[in-house]
């Protein structure tokens, strides 16, 4: 996979505002869900707000790992699936959260497990739109997304010099 052109850093701060407006469209949907399946670990910052925000008490996980290094995705790797419990109904009632949808294969594999689940994220791109209910924000397919959880404060060229983003 070639490198991302584009780079979109999120600040905790937007990152808290763009999960709180997932949580408004979800309200929006006027569901009753009976638990949140967190795709960790980049699901459990959103799933947290929310939980939060939507009253939702009752939290899994499902722990998918498949980028290995920098944006190289690889084998898909299930760590860990979900309850019997909340997979009956086929996922009826669920809201499966994470925070962002690329090639969508991540969702994709989770639907598989819970394909009447409702699935949310906060950013979204538009080859994993496909295999999303409800998202806030999309960004292009060649945008990196840079979480503040995996960011540091360092020293920025000016753009005039050609640095990216
Ligand atoms: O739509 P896809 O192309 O499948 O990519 C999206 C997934 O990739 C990232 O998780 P990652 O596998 O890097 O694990 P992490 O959440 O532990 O960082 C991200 O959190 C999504 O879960
Ligand atoms: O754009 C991204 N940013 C961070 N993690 C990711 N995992 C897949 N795509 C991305
Ligand atoms: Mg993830």
Redo the contacts with the bound molecule.
């Keep these: 996979m070639s490198l ?1 052109e584009k780079a ?1 850093p999120v600040s905790w701060d937007q990152f808290h505002r763009d999960a709180r407006a997932l949580a408004w469209r979800l309200s929006g949907l006027k569901r009753d869900f009976r638990a949140i399946v967190c795709i960790t670990r ?1 699901g459990l910052v959103p799933a947290a707000i929310i939980s939060r925000e939507l009253n939702i008490r009752l939290i899994e996980t499902v722990c998918i790992a498949s ?1 290995h290094d920098y ?1 190289n ?1 690889g084998e898909m790797m299930m760590l860990k699936g979900i309850t019997e419990a909340l997979m009956s109904e086929d996922g009826d009632g669920v809201l499966v959260v994470d ?2 949808t ?2 969508g294969k991540t969702a994709r594999e989770v639907r598989n497990l819970l394909p009447k689940a409702h699935f949310a994220c906060v ?1 979204a ?1 538009p080859q994993g739109v496909p295999m999303i209910d409800t998202f806030v924000t999309e ?1 292009s397919q060649d ?5 503040p959880w ?1 960011m540091g404060f360092t020293y920025q060229e000016p753009i005039a010099k050609g640095h990216m983003g």
């Design positions: 991302p979109f980049g980028y944006a995705q925070d962002l690329d090639t950013y791109k960004v945008t990196w997304i840079y979480f995996d």
